[in-house]
C-alpha cells in the first residue's frame, strides 16, 4: 500500500489502464476462440441468421465490422435467381449518382441490419418504409392509380428485389383467371431419368446386398436407390479424410448423398435446415429452434437422414411426415384439417395422380424446372428460404400451378390464412389488379 | 550476397514492368511523352464500338432472327414464361453498360433519352439536359462534349445521338404502354448514348 501511495497520480491511471487492456484483451482473445460467444451478441438476430448467431466471423471481420460480401456469400444465388430488380449493379454508373444521395443502394447494409429486432419486420429483415420514395415519388404523374398514395404503401404491392409474380406486364397477361385451374397439377421430378445409367454401372453390387437381411436391408429393398443398383458401398463407403482412399462409415453423412445429389445437398446447406453444417458448425436441432417444435422430437439432428429416412427414402414420409414429426406450430398443425392435406391423402391412397396432392413440400420445397421448356429439369428444391419469405416466391412456381394469380395473390396477402394454413378462400382482395385491367381496357379502347 | 542479387533483379523487373525506369540501362531516351489518350479520342472511339455492336446485334441477329421465324425479342425476355427469347437491342446495350461499371472505373456508359420507357432513364444533370437539347436540335449530326462534377469527381461527358436504324425500334417504342411518345420515324433521333471518362480528381 505505501508503494502505491509513492506512485505519482498518472502512474496509477497507467498501470490501470494496461491492466485493463490486458484483461480485456485476454476476455475477448477467450470468448472469439472458445465455444460461447454469446456475450458479444448486440441484440437478438433475426429468424435466418440466429441459427448461425454464433459463428460471428461469417459475417464479421475480427474487429466487428461486416464483412463486404457477407450478404452475397450465402444469398447472391438467390437474388440472381429472382431476377432481382435492383442489383446493385444498376447503381454503379455515375450517372445514377443522385439516386445515392438519400441511400446507398449498393449496399445491403443500408436496409438490412442485423441484431435490432425493434427495426425487425415479420419477413426477418429490417426494411425502411420510405426507401422508394427517393427514386419514385414522381410515380403518381405516371401512374394516375397511383396518386396520393402513401410514399410507406408501396411494399404492400412489390418488393425491392423479387417481382417475378408482381410486374405489371406479368399481372395483365394472367388476369380473368379462374380461382381453381381446371388442370389442377404440380410437375413431377425429372431426377430419375438423369440418373438412369446408374443401374448397369452399379449392377455387380445388387448382388451383393441380396445376401444381407434385417430391417435395412428391407427398407433398402423397398427404395428407388436399389431399383436403380445403388447398394451399401454407393453410400457407406467414403473418402477418409485427406486422401482418396474409401473407408466403411456406419453413417454417412450428406457428403455422401452430394455424390448423387448435389444440387438437393446445397439447396439444404442453403437453407434453415442445413445452414449450420454449411458453416461447420454440429447440426441443427429443433432445440435449438425458435418456432414451437415437439417435445420428443428435440434431441434430432437435422441431416439429409432426418427427413429422408435412411435405406427407405420414402420421398412421401419426407414430404409431409418429416416436417409434422418436429414442427409443431399452429400452420403446421391446422394442415391436416386443410383441402390441400384431402388431396395429399389422396394422392397417397392411389385415388388421384401424382402431382395432384398438396404437401408441406408442395410449397416449402416445391419442385421447379432448371431446365427449358424443350427440355425440363423438375428438381426438389431443397433450400425453403428461396420460397418463403416474402410468401410471393410462392405464387409462380407453386400456388399459379393450381390458382389463378388474384385468387394466389389475395390468399397470400391475408394474413389470417398463414395461420390457418389456407384453409378457406381469402378474405381480401387487392385492388391492384384491377388498376391493372382497367390501364389494359384503356389502352385497347385507344 | 546472392540473396541481395535475387532482391536487385525482382526490383528492377518489377521496375520495367510497371513502366517506371530500368536498372544500369534507361528503357527509353528523351522526355517522357504525356500519359493517356484525349478523353474526346477515347470516347469517340468507344461509342463507334457500342454503335457498331448495337447496329449489328440490332439487325443481324434480333431482325433476321425475328424475319426467318426463329427466336424473337422480348422485354419480359428474363421471365421463366418467356425463357426462349432474345433481350430488345436497348437492354443488351444496357445489360452491357452494368457489366462494364463492375469491371472498371476508367469510363461509363448509359442509354438515356428525354423521352424513355422507363422514366428512370430522363436526363438528369445539367450538362446531360444541355447535351440532349443539342443533340435533338441538330438532329443528331454533331455529338455534344462536356465536362461535369458528380458526387465530387470531374469527369469528361459525350452524348451521341441514338437513332433508330431498324423498324422494329421505331414500332416498339411507339406503341410501348409507358412511352411518353408515340411519333418516331426510322431515323429519328430517340435517346442518347451518355459516355463518361472521369478526369481525376
Known amino acids: 500500500m505505501e508503494f502505491i501511495k509513492k506512485m505519482q497520480g498518472w502512474k496509477l491511471w497507467l498501470i490501470w489502464l494496461l491492466l485493463s487492456l490486458v484483461a480485456t484483451y485476454l476476455l475477448a482473445m477467450n470468448a472469439w476462440q472458445g465455444a460461447d460467444k454469446t456475450m458479444f451478441l448486440p441484440g437478438q438476430t433475426t429468424v435466418g441468421h440466429y441459427q448461425i448467431e454464433l459463428k460471428c466471423d461469417a459475417c464479421h471481420t475480427p474487429f466487428m465490422g461486416v464483412k463486404q460480401d457477407a450478404c452475397l456469400e450465402c444469398h447472391k444465388a438467390e437474388l440472381d435467381l429472382v431476377n432481382d430488380s435492383h442489383p446493385a449493379k444498376k447503381f454503379t454508373n455515375p450517372g445514377n449518382a443522385h439516386l445515392l444521395e438519400h441511400m446507398d443502394a449498393h449496399q445491403c447494409l443500408t436496409c438490412h441490419k442485423e441484431h435490432v429486432p425493434k427495426q425487425t419486420h415479420a419477413m426477418g429483415v429490417t426494411v425502411p418504409t420510405d426507401y422508394c420514395f427517393y427514386c419514385h415519388e414522381d410515380i403518381g404523374k405516371e401512374r394516375p392509380t ?8 408501396c411494399l404492400d404491392c412489390h418488393n425491392f428485389h423479387d417481382n417475378r409474380a408482381l410486374y405489371e406486364d406479368f399481372l395483365a397477361k394472367n388476369l380473368d383467371q379462374p380461382k381453381h385451374a381446371v388442370k ?44 436403380k443398383g445403388v447398394s451399401c458401398n454407393d453410400c457407406h463407403m467414403q473418402p477418409m479424410e485427406a486422401s482418396s482412399v474409401k473407408q466403411w462409415t456406419n453413417s454417412p453423412d450428406y457428403n455422401s448423398c452430394r455424390s448423387c445429389h448435389n444440387a438437393e445437398v446445397e439447396g439444404f446447406l442453403g437453407g434453415r435446415h442445413g445452414m449450420r453444417l454449411a458453416q461447420n458448425l454440429s447440426p441443427m436441432t429443433p432445440q435449438m429452434a425458435r418456432l414451437p417444435m415437439k417435445a420428443e422430437s428435440m434431441h434430432k439432428e437435422l441431416s439429409c437422414n432426418s427427413c429422408h429416412t435412411a435405406h427407405r427414402y420414402d420421398v412421401q414420409y419426407a414430404a409431409t411426415d418429416a416436417c409434422m414429426s418436429c414442427h409443431d406450430d399452429a400452420h403446421s398443425n391446422n394442415f391436416t384439417q386443410t383441402t390441400h392435406y384431402k388431396l395429399w391423402e389422396k394422392e397417397i391412397a392411389g385415388d388421384i395422380p401424382a402431382g395432384q396432392g398438396v404437401s408441406c413440400a408442395s410449397c416449402h420445397l416445391p419442385r421447379v424446372n432448371v431446365g427449358s421448356k424443350r427440355n425440363p429439369e423438375v428438381r426438389v428444391m431443397h433450400n425453403q428460404n428461396d420460397y418463403l419469405r416474402p410468401n410471393e416466391k410462392m405464387a409462380r412456381p407453386v400456388c399459379m400451378k393450381c390458382h389463378g394469380l388474384e385468387f394466389t395473390l389475395d390468399a397470400l396477402v391475408d394474413s389470417t390464412l398463414v395461420e390457418n394454413n389456407y384453409d378457406r378462400p381469402p378474405s381480401v382482395h387487392l385492388e391492384s389488379m384491377q388498376w391493372v385491367k382497367d390501364r389494359v381496357e384503356a389502352r385497347e379502347s385507344n | 550476397m546472392t540473396i541481395r542479387k535475387t532482391l536487385l533483379t525482382s526490383l528492377c523487373a518489377a521496375l520495367l514492368f510497371t513502366g517506371m525506369g530500368g536498372c544500369g540501362k534507361q528503357a527509353s531516351s528523351g522526355p517522357a511523352p504525356k500519359a493517356g489518350i484525349d478523353p474526346k479520342i477515347m470516347a469517340d472511339a468507344l461509342f463507334a464500338v457500342m454503335e457498331a455492336d448495337r447496329t449489328i446485334y440490332t439487325r443481324n441477329v434480333v431482325k433476321r432472327s425475328k424475319d426467318a421465324g426463329l427466336v424473337k425479342a422480348s422485354e419480359q425476355w428474363k ?62 449530326k454533331e455529338p455534344f462534349y462536356g465536362e461535369e462534377t458528380i458526387a465530387g469527381k470531374k469527369y469528361f461527358t459525350a452524348i451521341y445521338a441514338d437513332v433508330a436504324v431498324s423498324p422494329a425500334c ?8 409507358d412511352t411518353p411518345r408515340t411519333d418516331f420515324k426510322l431515323g429519328d ?7 463518361r471518362i472521369p478526369l481525376g480528381s
Not at chain 1, 397511383?146 to 404503401?153: C, K, M, N, P
Open chain 2, 79 to 140: 421471365d421463366e414464361d418467356d425463357k426462349g427469347s432474345l433481350p430488345l437491342p436497348a437492354q443488351m446495350f444496357r445489360m452491357a453498360s452494368e457489366r462494364v461499371s463492375e469491371k472498371t472505373e476508367t469510363f461509363s456508359y448509359q442509354l438515356k433519352s428525354p423521352w424513355p420507357v422507363n422514366k428512370q432513364n430522363m436526363p438528369k444533370t445539367d450538362v446531360e439536359k444541355k447535351g440532349f437539347d443539342f443533340i435533338v436540335a441538330n438532329g443528331g
Open chain 2, 189 to 195: 433521333t430517340m435517346g442518347g448514348v451518355v459516355v
Open chain 2, 170 to 177: 421505331v414500332t416498339c417504342h411507339n406503341e410501348h404502354k
Open chain 1, 184 to 227: 389442377a397439377e404440380l410437375p413431377l421430378k425429372t431426377l430419375l431419368r438423369s440418373y438412369g445409367e446408374m443401374q448397369s454401372q452399379s449392377q455387380q453390387n445388387v448382388a451383393v446386398e441380396n445376401q444381407l437381411k434385417g430391417q435395412e436391408h428391407e427398407n433398402w429393398m423397398l427404395s428407388v436407390h436399389q431399383q
Open chain 1, 146 to 153: 397511383h396518386e396520393g398514395l402513401g410514399f410507406d404503401t
